[in-house]
């Protein structure tokens, strides 16, 4: 019997469409599920005549290889990936390729990683984005891990991914251990980020505005066909236009509580330790966190008070002013999405290339948009910009949208309504073009009651002061000052 070019363990959809994708561009694929008889249905039901080997345990799927083997577990982040590796290790040969295509925390990606490194196997963590369709026809995929894997993988993965315009795959190889796994948690913060500009943007339209569920499917889809064309806007056009079986839109049936899986509060968290203001994507994910809050905001809603959204002024003037502020704060969470890895790459000693994460995320992927060329551009013209606010194309943009950007946030206030993506977004921007922030204030404030010392205008960086505010703290200060 032939052996298969890859094997994959987990037929859950997402497993199940990957092969079918695998299979299609030309490769045999071995399977194999802990509920055998999962692979039983699949090879004799949707598979069925494909070039596709059912296994019936990890070492019948080992067997079934040809060599380097190529297995790839699309199953449950954390614990189950651990405990597959370890059942799995027995049954393979150094140099074969172990895939992570889970959504697994990157740092676990790392200690994978280096554990099979040294053990002779390569590991892989591959981020795949794109939900069942992207698995199905052409997902967006960033690999990372042990390079010399890269080679056997790359033509089952660049057939696999998406393609855009010029054919170009969404894929290439990301970098070290864990950054493919970092860079998709990145891009399910931005997720998170874009998701909540445009729930904001409905509020505004929904609530101030008056507007319709089938009037704002009208703006979005225009809206989908200008700078702002990506798959969220053009779901969210669809989601507006959609009715219940009584003929009213189903949106409006939905409660109001958001879930999330994790990887959005991971981005956010993974801020704090690398000293990166992501404040959008922070409030996204506080966002998730208040909506679920409901029944506590049922009760303050009957107590707490506030003023009555209410608009007198030209309404296809302001729905543009959203449109505009929707695009500056789109910019502004990439902005921040990117120096968060650029930081990360700077701490684990990764070379990533901006510009072609960019064109992964182009198609394919659930934050592919038009609007990546732009980026990848940027980064092409400039691989070392430090911030994509600071790229010619995108400075203009924010400064064309900036009256509307800021009309928004005002009214918004004004009215009651909550914008907190808007919001942060141009907070950040202030902040980012202020030359003197007021923490020369709180650097007093901590020197004053602990002693942590200070560092002065007219003098040169480095050399740190402390005062005895009080007269009685005497000259001792503390031996810490990060800055």
Not at 77 to 98: C, H, M, R
Not at 303 to 332: C, H, M, N, W
Not at 348 to 362: F, K, Q, S, V
């Amino acid at each position: 019997m032939s052996k298969a070019d890859i094997g994959l363990v987990g037929l859950a959809v997402m497993g199940e469409n990957l092969v079918m994708n695998m299979e299609s561009k030309g490769f045999s694929v071995a399977v194999y599920n802990r509920t055998v008889d999962k692979v039983t249905a699949f090879v004799e039901g949707r598979a069925k005549g494909r070039n596709i080997i059912g296994a019936k345990s990890l070492q019948e799927l080992a067997d079934s290889l040809k060599k380097p083997r190529k297995i790839m577990l699309m199953v449950k982040a954390g614990k189950p990936v651990d405990n597959l590796i370890e059942q799995l290790v027995p049954f393979l040969d150094p140099g074969d390729i172990i895939i992570d295509g889970g959504n697994s925390y990157f740092g676990d990606t790392m200690r994978r990683a280096k554990q099979l490194e040294a053990m002779g196997f390569l590991y892989v963590g591959t981020g795949v984005s794109g939900g069942e369709e992207g698995a199905l026809h052409g997902a967006s995929l960033m690999p990372g891990g042990s390079p010399e894997a890269w080679p056997h993988i790359q033509p089952i993965f660049q057939a696999a991914a998406a393609k855009v315009e010029d054919g170009s795959p969404c894929c290439d190889w990301v970098g070290q251990d864990g950054s493919g796994h970092f860079v998709k948690m990145v891009h399910n913060g931005i997720e998170y980020g874009d998701m909540q500009l445009i729930c904001e943007a409905y509020h505004l339209m929904k609530d101030l505005l008056g507007l319709s569920a089938d009037e704002m499917h009208e703006i979005f889809k225009e809206w989908n066909l200008g700078e702002l064309n990506s798959y969220l806007i053009e779901i969210t056009s669809d989601i507006l236009a959609y009715k219940d079986e009584d003929g009213t839109p189903l949106v409006d049936k939905i409660l109001d509580t958001a879930g999330q899986k994790g990887t959005g509060m991971w981005t956010a968290k993974q801020s704090f330790d690398e000293g990166v203001p992501l404040t959008l994507i922070g409030e996204a994910v506080y966002s998730r966190f208040l909506s679920a809050m409901k029944e506590e905001r049922v009760a303050a809603s009957k107590v707490l008070t506030g003023p009555a959204p209410t608009f007198s002024g030209d309404r296809e003037a302001f729905i543009e002013d959203i449109r505009q502020a929707l695009y500056a704060s789109k910019i502004v969470s990439y902005a921040q999405g990117y120096a968060l890895m650029r930081a990360a790459a700077k701490s684990y000693g990764w070379d990533l290339n901006y510009g072609d994460i960019a064109l992964m995320w182009r198609g394919g992927c659930i934050i592919r948009s038009a609007f990546l060329d732009d980026i990848k551009s940027a980064f092409d013209q400039n691989p070392e910009l430090a911030n994509l606010l600071l790229d010619p194309f995108f400075k203009a943009k924010v400064t064309a949208a900036q009256e509307s950007w800021r009309k928004v946030c005002a009214t918004a206030m004004l009215s009651g309504i909550p914008v907190p993506a808007f919001a942060s977004a141009l907070s950040y921007y202030d902040g980012y073009r202020t030359e003197r922030l007021p923490a020369n204030l709180l650097q007093a404030q901590r020197d004053y009651f602990g002693a942590h010392t200070y560092e002065r205008t007219d003098r040169p960086r480095g050399e740190y002061f402390h005062t005895n505010w009080t007269g009685r703290g005497g000259t001792t200060s503390s031996s810490h000052y990060s800055a």
